[in-house]
């Protein structure tokens, strides 16, 4: 048997050239065979389908048309974020030119472990990587050792624990957490993974961090502590009052950690920028660009307003950073992470920034946002439906006018089966919402009213008792 082909080196373009043609055909296959937004039949349907496709994980002997059958039914199974009826979740359609960048990444797969592992991508992830630190808290003073800085994470649940970490690290090895009713569940997890205290959470009665709640929680708190705001909650996109509550933090002596994995992409936009002021008073930051930024996942990132905090991270291995490598040059890759393989992430990032700049990602978040604007209009106007509040960023939430909870969940789960629209659900004032998160900027008004005239007749069947043709 001859050596499979590798993806890099003098004959991987070669070699890749017609895998690429099998994979992007068996897409397509898949993607018609679906002919929707996510496949119908519910997940038995789904896993026996798939069941199929695999047969035998392992065999004795291999299957030369594995490629093709096993993308053809993945994407034949899988939900398509691209579809204008899939907005259920923070989950955006990436960008062709990310999955492009994307592909060289894993071709030459680089490990940001080591330079002499990465050497073009260890800079690469310095450049970008501070630059995005910049967008957040400006340009630095004169002293570079205190200038701003990020990390490439996974994700904001990634981002989130090095932020808990790095303000236990900061205070010494203790730290209590103070977050609102609102805040993502993986600050509460991170604070359990790190051995923290229980954390203490201040009430959120309007969906957004209450100032005066947590200014009085603050007062009765023995340090250290670390207050963690959100600008763009997972349920309703809402964004905390970010001025007052750095006040707060400022007057208490509090660190502040602001997760805005959400709406940290309205940075772009000069239209809805002004509504992240106060995110450069927080000490970190989480940003997510696999949600407003168009990136395959992962591409999430921690920015912190002083580098100096990262020397908790530093780390020493031998093989990977020896002292005499360091004092000769060699960049030491160890401290910008937990993890010691790390895929570079950044050239994906790097390759959207330098392609559409500011302005181009500043128009597709101002899309989303104005096509959430039409869709909350359409469901204002609409007698059957029943609108939660304007849209903070790009997420609506609605719900049949009239229906009990178990009806709105049974709408949407009915749809997830016929595979016909993908919403989310969202639990708030006590009663059951539907939830669209809109993220596709090619996504039209005439998709919207087909969206909201899908939902209205899957509601009128399951109320007249019968499933339609």
Request: glycine share 10%; proline share 8%; hydrophobic share 45%.
């Amino acid at each position: 048997m001859s050596t499979p082909p590798l993806a890099s080196g003098p004959e991987g373009p070669r070699a890749l050239r017609p895998l690429l043609d099998t994979v992007l055909e068996a897409l397509d296959e898949g993607a018609r065979a679906r002919g929707g937004p996510l496949p119908a039949g519910g997940p038995d349907t789904v896993a026996a389908r798939m069941r199929e496709a695999l047969g035998e994980a392992l065999p004795d002997q291999g299957d030369p048309h594995a490629l093709h059958t096993l993308i053809r039914a993945f994407a034949e199974g899988a939900a398509d974020p691209a579809h204008p009826r899939c907005a259920a979740h923070l989950h955006c359609p990436p960008l062709a030119l990310a999955t492009a960048a994307d592909l060289a990444a894993s071709a030459l797969n680089p490990s940001l472990d080591s330079w002499d592992q990465a050497p073009a991508a260890s800079e690469l992830e310095l450049l970008v990587a501070g630059a995005l630190a910049r967008e957040i808290y400006g340009q630095p003073g004169e002293d570079p050792g205190t200038a701003p800085d990020s990390l490439i994470t996974t994700g904001g649940t990634e981002s989130n624990q090095l932020a808990l970490l790095l303000a236990r690290e900061t205070y010494g090895g203790s730290v209590r957490l103070v977050c609102g009713a609102n805040a993502h569940h993986s600050l509460a997890r991170a604070a359990w993974l790190l051995g923290l205290p229980d954390p203490v959470v201040v009430p959120a009665p309007a969906g957004t961090l209450h100032p005066a709640a947590l200014d009085e929680a603050l007062s009765h708190l023995p340090g250290p502590l670390l207050v963690a705001a959100t600008a763009g909650t997972t349920d309703a996109g809402l964004i905390d009052p970010l001025p007052q509550i750095a006040a707060r933090c400022a007057a208490h002596g509090a660190r502040l950690h602001i997760d805005a994995a959400y709406g940290g992409g309205l940075l772009f936009s000069d239209r809805h920028r002004a509504r992240l002021a106060g995110l450069d008073t927080a000490d970190t930051v989480t940003l997510d660009l696999h949600k407003l930024g168009w990136q395959p996942a992962a591409a999430g990132l921690l920015a912190v307003k002083n580098r100096r905090d990262l020397t908790a991270l530093r780390h020493h291995a031998d093989y990977l950073n020896a002292a005499d490598d360091t004092q000769a040059g060699l960049p030491d890759l160890l401290g910008r992470s937990l993890r010691t393989t790390r895929r570079p992430d950044v050239l994906k990032l790097a390759v959207t920034l330098r392609t559409l700049g500011r302005s181009g990602l500043g128009t597709l978040v101002d899309q989303v946002c104005a096509r959430a604007r039409e869709f909350a209009a359409l469901v204002d106007e609409h007698p059957g439906f029943e609108l939660h509040a304007r849209p903070a960023i790009s997420t609506v939430l609605f719900r049949p006018a009239g229906a009990t909870d178990d009806t709105v969940a049974a709408v949407r789960r009915a749809l997830l089966t016929d595979g016909r629209a993908v919403l989310g659900r969202a639990r708030l004032d006590g009663r059951l919402w539907l939830k669209a998160t809109l993220l596709n900027p090619a996504t039209g008004p005439a998709d919207l009213a087909a969206l909201l005239h899908l939902v209205a007749a899957r509601q009128a069947t399951l109320v007249e008792g019968h499933t339609p043709r």
